[in-house]
């Protein structure tokens, strides 16, 4: 069964950049036609898709947050990562990782990690 992990700091000040990692049990990231995304929820925006990174290492990101992100992975150690640059308080969420296919966007919920919490605040 593929796990996934989150890790990273909870606390991050306005206009650093939010660095976050997912670590991958129980399955290669390089596996055909799997991807893997970052998502996360707030109460004043609800869900929000962030971007994705699939098994062949393309990248694709949301319209609104394309230019401050930025996903990579490391498949010697079967994690991929995220960044997100010039934070604000509005960033605040629970970011969540999460498997899915080349052919759908956003996965169910079963498939994702169980989140991290971030803060943005000085």
């Known amino acids: 069964q593929v796990q996934l992990q989150e890790s990273g700091p909870g606390l991050v000040k306005p206009s650093q950049t939010l660095s976050l990692t997912c670590t991958v049990s129980g399955g290669s990231i390089t596996t055909n036609y799997l991807a893997w995304s970052w998502i996360r929820q707030s109460p004043g925006k609800g869900l929000e898709w962030m971007g994705v990174?699939?098994?062949?290492?393309?990248?694709y990101y949301s319209p609104s947050l394309k230019s401050r992100t930025s996903i990579s992975r490391d498949t010697s150690k079967n994690q991929f990562s995220l960044q997100l640059s010039s934070v604000t308080p509005e960033d605040t969420a629970v970011y969540h990782c999460?498997?899915?296919?080349?052919?759908?966007?956003?996965?169910?919920?079963?498939?994702w990690g169980q989140g991290t919490q971030v803060t943005v605040s000085s």
């Open positions: 990174i699939h098994y062949d290492g393309s990248t």
């Open positions: 999460a498997r899915g296919s080349v052919l759908s966007l956003v996965p169910p919920s079963a498939y």
